[in-house]
């Protein structure tokens, strides 16, 4: 697993120094702004694997989220100033519910871990382009899952229209949301240690069970992103890879998220894009992974 400090270290690598910066740093400052921080009651928590943590929230955020798109929650702890981006597993908009499954990798999260029903959270959203829904209707479509990106593939499972085969990587057997998940389609499991399923990842599902698809929509580690980036290229095939593991503040404010894009940004000019602000999805050809 990825500790939350390897993953400062290479986000670091990729943050642009000088004033382009600053005037980016204040760019996500005034966008953070514009987006409402709202406080949610928690409604119910429960551990549901190893270091992974199934929170439900009560908050009017429900009659917007979409899959794809997550929220940024505020620790407590004045000291961590900058919230954690997080998201989004499951949306109740009857009950103005949303659903965040998330793992323990720092302090801020750690924090979250030890919230009960009835106590409140900062949270700002909804944050997030999300999936593109509308162009997989009545085609076959892969949703492949890993790790922690795992959690966005059950709202999207649940919104999109279509033919849907689940492709899910664990490390081990220590599972989570496979039953949730399928209620909406045919589920695959692959885990690092052949302890469940296929033996591999994602990527030896597809081996394994000859499938095959229109469309790829994916959530999970850059390693599994890129594989998945080659395999649709090679098929001829789009794929919408969620970058969210990239993610550090989730806001536009820390920089810790650019990656080099296909596009000049009209904008800025420069083949660059925040995953936090203009994706995390992404269609996997635009982008440099
Ligand atoms: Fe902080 Fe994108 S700017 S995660």
Redesign the pocket.
């Known amino acids: 697993m990825k500790k939350w400090k390897t993953k400062e270290t290479e986000n670091e690598r990729n943050r642009k120094p000088g004033k382009q910066q600053t005037r980016e740093v204040q760019e ?1 400052h005034s966008r953070m702004a514009q987006k409402k921080k709202t406080t949610v009651t928690v409604v119910s928590q429960k551990q549901i694997a190893a270091q992974i943590y199934d929170l439900w929230v009560e908050t009017e955020l429900a009659e917007e989220a979409r899959a794809g798109q997550f929220v940024a929650v505020y620790p407590h702890n004045a000291a961590t100033l ?1 919230p954690r ?1 997080i998201s989004i597993c499951e949306v109740d908009r009857d009950r103005s519910r949303l659903r965040l499954v998330y793992r323990v990798a720092g302090k801020g999260t750690a924090e979250f871990s030890a919230c009960s029903a009835g106590e409140s959270l900062e949270v700002l959203g909804v944050l997030g382009n999300g999936f593109p829904v509308e162009k997989a209707v009545g085609r076959k479509v892969l949703l492949m899952g890993g790790g922690i990106g795992i959690p966005p593939m059950l709202q999207l499972a649940r919104e999109l229209e279509a033919e849907k085969h689940i492709l899910l990587g664990y490390r081990d057997q220590d599972l989570f949301l496979q039953e949730d998940l399928g209620q909406y389609g045919q589920v695959y499991i692959a885990t690092e240690d052949g302890s469940v399923g296929v033996q591999g990842n994602v990527m030896d599902i597809i081996r394994v069970n000859a499938l095959e698809a229109d469309m790829i929509m994916a959530c999970g580690p850059m390693p599994m992103l890129r594989a998945i980036k080659k395999y649709a290229a090679e098929q001829g095939i789009a794929a919408y890879i969620s970058l969210e593991e990239r ?11 650019v990656c080099r894009t296909k596009e000049i940004d009209a904008h800025s000019h420069v083949h660059n894009a ?4 203009d994706g995390p999805v992404f269609e996997a050809e635009e982008v440099e992974i």
Not at 247 to 257: D, E, I, K, N, S
Not at 274 to 277: E, F, H, K, N, V
Request: hydrophobic share 40%; with cysteine.
């Open positions: 996500g900058l981006p993610m550090a503040c989730g806001v536009g404010a820390c920089l810790g998220c925040r995953i936090c602000t």
